[in-house]
C-alpha cells in the first residue's frame, strides 16, 4: 500500500508548521516510528524555509509546493519552488547526495565540498539539516520553468502494529 499528498502552499512562514503538522500526522497514523517522523518534520520544515525565503521571483508572493509519498518502507517528499534557482541563489553544488548504497553503479560523483555556516549566523543551515537528517538528497533546478525542487527520502522504521505495514 501506499500514500501520497499534495500541498500548494503561500510562500508564507506560516505555511511551514502547516506542511510539517501534515506529515507528523500521516505519519502518526500510519505508524511510522517517531524519530523517523521527527527526523523527515525537521528536514521538510528546513526544505520549507526555504522555498519561503529564496523560492519567488523578484519579492513577489507565490507560492510553493511540497509533495510526500510513501511508498513500502520509503518516504520520499519533494518541495518545489518557482525561484530563480540555485544558480541564482549562489549555491555552488548541484546534484545528488546519496548516504545510502542506492545509487547507481560506476565511479563516485566527485562533490564540492560546501562550507558549514559559522556557529554565530542565523541562516545556512538548512541543507546541511536536511542532508544530516535523511538517506539520500536531490537539488535541481527546473530548466524552462524556472524554481527549484529539493527532493528527499528516508527508509521508514514501523511500531508494532503499523497500519501500513499490516496492509
Known amino acids: 500500500m501506499s ?9 508564507e512562514a506560516a505555511s511551514v508548521p502547516l506542511a510539517r503538522r501534515l ?5 502518526e497514523t500510519a505508524g511510522v ?8 518534520s525537521v528536514a521538510l ?8 525565503e ?4 523578484d519579492g513577489a508572493g507565490g507560492d510553493y509546493r511540497v509533495t510526500a509519498y510513501i511508498d513500502g518502507d520509503t518516504c520520499r ?5 518557482s525561484g530563480p534557482g540555485f544558480a541564482g541563489r549562489g549555491t555552488v553544488r548541484r546534484g ?7 545509487r547507481p553503479a560506476g565511479p563516485p560523483r566527485p562533490q564540492q565540498p560546501r562550507s558549514p555556516a559559522p556557529p554565530q549566523a542565523e541562516h545556512g543551515r538548512g541543507l546541511f539539516l536536511i542532508e544530516a537528517l535523511t538517506d539520500h538528497v536531490r537539488y535541481r533546478d527546473r530548466p524552462g520553468r524556472g524554481g ?9 522504521k514501523w511500531r508494532e502494529g503499523a497500519l501500513l505495514k499490516v496492509s
Open 23 to 27: 506529515l507528523l500526522g500521516t505519519m
Open 45 to 52: 520544515s528546513e526544505a520549507c524555509a526555504n522555498a519561503v
Open 33 to 40: 516510528d517517531p524519530e523517523i517522523s521527527y527526523d523527515l
Open 148 to 156: 527549484v525542487v529539493v527532493s528527499f527520502d528516508k527508509i521508514l
Open 96 to 102: 545528488a547526495r546519496t548516504r545510502s548504497e542506492r
Open 77 to 81: 517528499i519533494e518541495v518545489t519552488d
Open 3 to 11: 500514500i501520497w499528498w499534495s500541498l500548494h502552499l503561500p510562500r
Open 54 to 57: 529564496h523560492g519567488g521571483r
